[in-house]
Nanobody, 124 residues
Framework: QVQLVESGGGLVQAGGSLRLSCAAS????????VGWFRQAPGKEREFVAA????????DYANSVKGRFTISRDNTKNTVYLQMNSLKPEDTAVYYC?????????????????WGQGTQVTVSS
């Protein structure tokens, strides 16, 4: 079983940056693909970014391309989401998710494990 814990969320002004971390425990996720999703109040959960098991393949939602960067450190069993040029519309609870198949996918239902989420609030 894999447990995922997100951290790094908080309150930031528009134009600022945050780096989210997704730390895995229970087993190594070095062969897993990992994704970040977010859910704003009153809205459906949406895909943000994903990274393959090796880090060689990434994918991003159009709304965050050029501003967010997903990366991973398999020696630390951790995946990161660097968020720059934040906008108020980025405000949401951010979740990381892992799937045992290491290929990048953007559909949430294809992920096996989920964290509890971390709140990101961007003020204007």
């Amino acid at each position: 079983q894999v447990q995922l814990v997100e951290s790094g969320g908080g309150l930031v002004q528009a134009g600022g940056s945050l780096r989210l971390s997704c730390a895995a425990s229970g087993r190594t996720i070095s062969s897993y693909a990992v994704g970040w999703f977010r859910q704003a109040p009153g809205k459906e959960r949406e895909f943000v970014a994903a990274i393959s098991w090796s880090g060689g393949k990434t994918d991003y939602a159009n709304s965050v391309k050029g501003r967010f960067t997903i990366s991973r450190d398999n020696t630390k069993n951790t995946v990161y989401l660097q968020m720059n040029s934040l906008k108020p519309e980025d405000t949401a609870v951010y979740y990381c998710a892992a799937r045992s198949l290491g290929i990048v996918v953007i559909k949430g239902y294809e992920y096996n494990y989920w964290g509890q989420g971390t709140q990101v609030t961007v003020s204007s």
